[in-house]
Every structure is written in C-alpha cells, then in structure tokens.
C-alpha cells in the first residue's frame, strides 16, 4: 500500500513541477494481411520507460472516446497506446454494422486475440514503454477484449474490463491468464446476462485468478459513454457516478500494480 501511494505521489509532484507536452501519433502496423492504425499518445516531456496502458475500443472502433481517455492517462503519466481491431478505416457508426463487425470477434476469439496481441506487440516496441510495466483496458466490445487478452496468456501485469461482456465460451482457457483481472460491471446492465456474469467468475476461481468484480448499482450498459445518453430503459445509458467510481478503481489498481517490484 505504501509503495503504490508513494508511486501516485511521484506522479502527481511530477504532473506539478513539468507541464505536460500530450502528444498524439497515429501508428500503422499489420496483424497478419490486415492493415490497422492505432493511435500513441504520451507526455513528451517525461522521460525514461514509462508504465504503459493498452487502450481496446468500443464497438464502434477507435474514435474520439479512446482517445479521450489516451489524453486522461497520459496526463497521469502513463505512456499509452490505443489498439485498431477492425482495420485501418473500418468505423461503423453504430447499430447494425457496429454489431456486425463486432460480432465478427466475438464467434471468432481466435481472431481476436490475434489482434488483441497484434496492438501489444506494438505497444511493448514503442520506445517508451517499460515492457514489465503493461495494463490493458477496454470499453463495452473492448472490456470483452481485454479479457480475451488476458485468456490468451499475455505477458501483462492487469486487465481492466468496463461494462464488458464478461462471457465464458472456453472455461479452460482461465489457465492461460498470467496478469489480474479487474471487472467494472453495471448491476442492472440487460445486455450481460446474469448467467454470463456467474459464469465469468466460476471460471477464475477454478483458474486461481486474483481477480475482483464491481457491481455498480443502478447501472446499465455503457455506463461510461456519455453518448449513451442517460434513458436506462433502453439499456445503454451513461451514469455519471460509476463513471467516476470506476475510473478511480482502475487507476488504485494501476498504481498498486505498477508499484510491485
């Protein structure tokens, strides 16, 4: 606890004494044929290996919500990169075509998580990064992403799903998760059924997983994306208190994590 408060302290005296130089790049790469374009985004004026966040998209794809919260981290002092999992250019705007390239995904973890570990590798190359120091997070289509991750057996010291679906098609591939688990989840969220939920959390507890999940009550789907608007009846909407609450939780568990030796 000690060790994680004095790594939040050294952040925020930095934050203090050096003003932050955000910069953004986008950032071509390939995973397998496809060509994707993620975006990389730091304090120049911090230097050294930096702690590092890998940022996965909602299902609309790499767009300004991604990159808002690249800002946030940055200006924490974190060095992060936002992954493209669709494919350079490929943004569906939202209902019906988002479902359907996400959808594309989901029956295929395979190609997933190809492209999952596809966007770290860029990651862990970019000069800044301290390759020991690595959390992944993601949004709705990416907090399922980010534990697809994990089940792959990458290398990373945490997880963080938000409002994610928190299925389990392959139980046994909760062997493979080598990092923490942390599941910020919206109780009253319809489109992650309970079953879903239960079975998530059977599957780290046969696996031996550190994993902690978050219930928010009153909560639904999206609960971070302000453009879910705030009608709960249709179940996406944005709620302002576990917006915050989950932010905070993410970035205790950052800190604690990034402070292990």
Request: glycine content about 10%; aromatic content about 8%.
């Amino acid at each position: 606890m000690k060790r994680a408060l004095l790594f939040t302290a050294n952040l925020l005296a930095f934050a203090c004494t050096s003003p932050a130089e955000i910069v953004e790049s986008p950032v071509e790469y390939t995973s397998g044929k496809t060509i994707c374009e993620g975006l990389h985004v730091v304090d120049s004026s911090r230097t050294g290996k930096l702690p590092s966040v890998l940022i996965i998209h909602q299902w609309t794809g790499l767009g300004e919500n991604e990159k808002m919260r690249a800002h946030m981290l940055a200006e924490l002092g974190y060095n992060v990169f936002a992954a493209d999992i669709y494919g350079k250019g490929i943004r569906p705007p939202g209902p019906p075509a988002a479902g359907q390239e996400a959808g594309k995904y989901k029956s295929d973890r395979k190609l997933y998580r190809d492209r999952l570990n596809a966007a770290l590798e860029v990651l862990k190359k970019e000069p800044q990064t301290d390759p020991t120091r690595i959390i992944a997070i993601g949004y709705c289509f990416g907090g399922t992403g980010v534990v697809e991750l994990a089940r792959s057996g990458a290398a990373i010291k945490g997880v963080v799903s938000f409002h994610g679906g928190l299925d389990s098609p392959t139980p046994a591939d909760g062997k493979n998760v080598r990092c923490e688990v942390l599941a910020l989840h919206g109780a009253a969220d319809p489109f992650v059924p309970k079953a879903d939920v239960e079975a998530f959390e059977s599957e780290m507890k046969a696996a031996g997983v550190t994993y902690k999940l978050i219930q928010y009550p009153g909560a639904v789907h999206a609960f971070t994306q302000k453009a879910a608007g705030n009608d709960n009846s249709k179940g996406a909407a944005y709620n302002e208190a576990a917006d915050k609450q989950s932010w905070e939780e993410m970035k205790t568990f950052m800190a604690r994590l990034f402070a292990k030796e």
